[in-house]
């Protein structure tokens, strides 16, 4: 088969958009992909300096490749961020996942800062997961956010960028609307502006299937983990599993379903749920740290696992 | 394998309730499971005289019957209406479709009333079919729904009863996540006040399933017709179809499934759709028929299919 555009071999079928495409064509139109979803959603207005959250799997270390392309056309300055979890359980993976940031942090040499939680805040997510009462993944999720933010701050960064892709974004929808939990579908933004003293966060990906950055990170020879967190296995669960397996057989059946149910819901259906339950929440300062923190609160959720996580490794 | 309630042997497993119950304890099950959604959603409240539209398929039979029983404990009447829409095909659906809501009118002693479109309005959906620019199954739903209104309107019929299931629910909800067809989900009411001159309408079947109404027909021996509209296999569509079958397979990977994607659209999803996107639409008289039209609009869409119509059949 040859490529829709040249007379080379084709590599990658693009099943939505009717077209097959060899591996130079495959990488431009990716890229150009995605800097017209950039476009089109304002991703970029008013940037500076673009934090890229890479953990070194294939949707953030492309991301990281294409931004770093979009910017230095728009004169953004790019910096690389990666958060040593300390997720280990006999695979090493937060290490490893450092390890490939920054191989592709000094491949495209741009400035990046490593945050090790163990050195910086004295425990790692493996030590929370045995000690704090809350699913892990929780726990991760909240962390990397408040260090995200805390780097935002120190380096002078305004917009944060992270890798969810289309097929991340199609199942949290399908489960918000299984289980009708429009509180979390309503804080689903693709653009969430700087507010309350949180930096601007973006998902370039957020109309990327998994497939085409795997592909465009195999063709690049971009170093990328292939494993995935350890963490992720155990928690799914098998409703989430069902709904994650469902969406890759209706997108087989159906070409566009993942991106036509993201786009749509981006468009119609979260523009009426953040209407009627996007709280705007008035924010206070934590007491320990300075990071805003929900109204009425003394400290916030990082520094309360932090504290309990001091008392807990004091003891034994 | 025993009834979940009795020492008889189950003859059905509702896998979302995790119980398996006899034939008689299931029809009691169903009836209380109606009764109950009709109350919560209060779709009789200050309803008289409740007009049941009656095709004579499973859904709509056993709507009958179900309702019938809970209308009596209320003092409600119950009126049935059947429309025969002249749809043939060389299958005689509409005549059959008559034929048995008749039958189950009188089985059940209640005052009905049949309309024949040909003979009411000079035309049949078949013939429209081949001459009316427009998809058949959108002139039968205008159709119907215009009929519907107007027997309510004659009989002092104040709610009219459909029976729409889970299934048809949840594929239409799942379409428009899909296609992001907001103003008709915001339209997907189980429970439509009266306005702009509109009967208010219940879907008191909204929450039960296919396979229930089935079964329930079946162990009553309710008569009701298999065959399904000659017309349906030709619109579908196979984006429709497909999801349609895949909601199934989920329902078996998943129990329940339908039904919570379905309540959790009518609780939290369509009443932020209806706020953002529902138009309350200021209306007009048909100068023809006096029947509610879009405001600005000289006559109604039926009325000019009408017209349309005799004008086709005049010349022919």
Redesign the interface.
């Given at each position: 088969m040859k490529c829709s555009k040249c007379d080379n071999e084709a590599s990658i079928r693009i099943a939505y958009s009717n077209i097959i495409l060899c591996a130079s064509h495959f990488v431009e139109w990716l890229e150009q992909r995605i800097e017209r979803t950039v476009e089109k959603y304002k991703m970029l207005e008013g940037t500076r300096k673009l934090g890229i959250a890479v953990s070194g799997g294939k949707d953030s270390t492309t991301l990281l490749h294409v931004m770093k392309k979009i910017a230095d056309k728009k004169g953004i300055e790019i910096f690389g961020i990666n958060i040593d979890l300390g997720i280990d359980q006999g695979k090493s993976y937060s290490s490893k996942s450092t390890e490939i940031a920054v191989k592709n942090f000094e491949m495209l040499n741009v400035n990046y800062r490593i945050v090790n939680i163990a050195k910086e805040y004295g425990f790692t997510i493996d030590e929370a997961k045995e000690n704090i009462h809350r699913p892990v993944c929780s726990t991760c999720g909240l962390s990397k956010r408040y260090v995200m933010n805390w780097i935002a701050l120190e380096e002078g960064i305004d917009t944060i960028a992270t890798g969810h892709n289309v097929n991340d974004n199609a199942q949290f929808i399908s489960m918000g609307?299984?289980?009708?939990d429009?509180e979390n579908l309503s804080r689903l933004r693709n653009v969430a502006p700087a507010e309350n003293g949180l930096v601007k966060k973006i998902k370039p990906l957020f109309l990327t299937y998994e497939k085409e950055t795997l592909t465009y990170a195999l063709i690049k020879r971009i170093p990328f983990i292939i494993d995935s967190c350890p963490n992720t296995f155990r928690v799914g669960g098998?409703?989430q599993d069902?709904v994650r397996r469902?969406l890759e057989?209706?997108e087989d059946?159906?070409p566009g379903?993942m991106l036509?149910?993201v786009?749509?819901?981006e468009?119609?259906?979260r523009?009426?749920?953040e209407?009627?339950?996007l709280k705007k929440e008035e924010v206070s300062k934590c007491k320990i740290c300075g990071m805003p923190t929900s109204k009425g609160r003394d400290i916030c959720s990082f520094c309360a696992i932090r504290i309990k996580m001091k008392k807990i490794k004091s003891v034994t």
């Open positions: 609307y299984l289980t009708g429009v098998r409703t069902a469902n057989e209706m059946k159906i379903y036509n149910l786009e749509n819901f468009r119609k259906i523009p009426a749920l209407e009627k339950y």
